[in-house]
């Protein structure tokens, strides 16, 4: 039996398309953020999914006073969050503009080695 080049497509790009919405975090489906240093936040959406967002570089004061939102560059609030979006958040005087460097799932295994590095700076030299 013979599948039509046009199902094979099909069937190619629903996988595709299921991982992309997987990794997807959405501006409008933010719940919580946490800052792990001046530079990364772990962002988890309302389906309780982690995210880790590289900054390109430090951002003041977002280590301890983390109240933020994500200008994005997308149409929608139901973009994506991607790199080049802004991460906005109060500072000292007008606050601050954090350019996102990178955005992806926050596996188990990358919190395990974030969590074994802060361990480590942490302990007595």
């Not at 919580?32 to 389906?47: A, G, H, S």
């Not at 999914?49 to 983390?66: H, M, Q, S, W």
């Not at 994506?80 to 500072?91: E, L, N, S, T």
Request: charged fraction near 20%; hydrophobic fraction near 45%; glycine fraction near 4%.
């Amino acid at each position: 039996m013979r599948v039509p080049a046009a199902l094979a497509f099909f069937v190619c790009l629903v996988p595709a398309a299921a991982a992309a919405q997987q990794s997807c975090l959405m501006s409008a489906q933010i719940w919580r953020w946490k800052p792990l240093d001046r530079r990364t936040v772990i962002i988890e959406d309302t389906i309780h999914r982690e995210f880790k967002v590289t900054l390109y570089g430090p951002c003041p004061a977002i280590d301890y006073n983390f109240n933020a939102a994500i200008v994005s560059n997308g149409n929608t609030a139901l973009a994506c969050v991607r790199p080049g979006d802004v991460v906005v958040h109060r500072g000292y005087g007008m606050g601050n503009r954090c350019p996102i460097k990178s955005v992806e799932l926050y596996t188990p295994e990358m919190k395990r080695a974030d969590e074994a590095a802060a361990a480590a700076s942490a302990a007595p030299h």
